[in-house]
């Protein structure tokens, strides 16, 4: 997954072979690296990407960063922005736990071969919009329903 990021590229929304376009404005773009610097000093550690550049844009590298803790601001907020918070859980109940612990709830998804624990889903995590076995965005405005608070 690490080597799949590193190869996203990263331009200008016209070029047929961008998978990553810039982010709205100066003030997203300043917002958002200092999440990324917020998660470092918290404790993570940056896997991919991490940088900006604003020469033509307001470009940010695909991150991830691993090493994150439940209630650590890069997972307790919504960053509307190409990075992504690895959060270890100990089980299926803790990572249910980890999930419901934030203050938003638009949307999540859990991958399980088991029936057990998808039926738990559907039941104890609190989303607007769960998806079961497979990509969590694709919601619909005006068709699906939307609030995103737990």
Known sequence: PIALTKALKVGQPTEVDT???AVIN???????????????????YVVAGGNGD???????????IDNVKPGDIIEQEEIFAPVLAVIKAR???????IANGTEFGLTGA???????R???????????????NRKCTGA?????????FN
């Not at 089980?91 to 736990?97: K, S």
């Not at 859990?110 to 057990?116: G, I, P, R, T």
């Not at 619909?140 to 995103?148: E, I, M, N």
Request: net charge negative; aromatic share 12%.
């Open 110 to 116: 859990v991958y399980s071969a088991s029936e057990e």
């Open 118 to 132: 998808l039926e738990r889903a559907r039941r104890d995590f609190h989303v607007g919009n769960l998806y079961l």
């Open 26 to 44: 100066k003030k997203a773009f300043d917002k958002t690296l200092g999440y990324i610097q917020e998660g470092i000093g918290e404790g993570g």
């Open 19 to 21: 998978n990553v376009a």
């Open 91 to 97: 089980d299926f109940d803790h990572a249910l736990e």
């Open 140 to 148: 619909l405005v005006g068709v699906h329903p939307f609030g995103g």
């Open 54 to 64: 604003e020469t033509s844009g307001y470009f940010i590298e695909p991150t991830v």
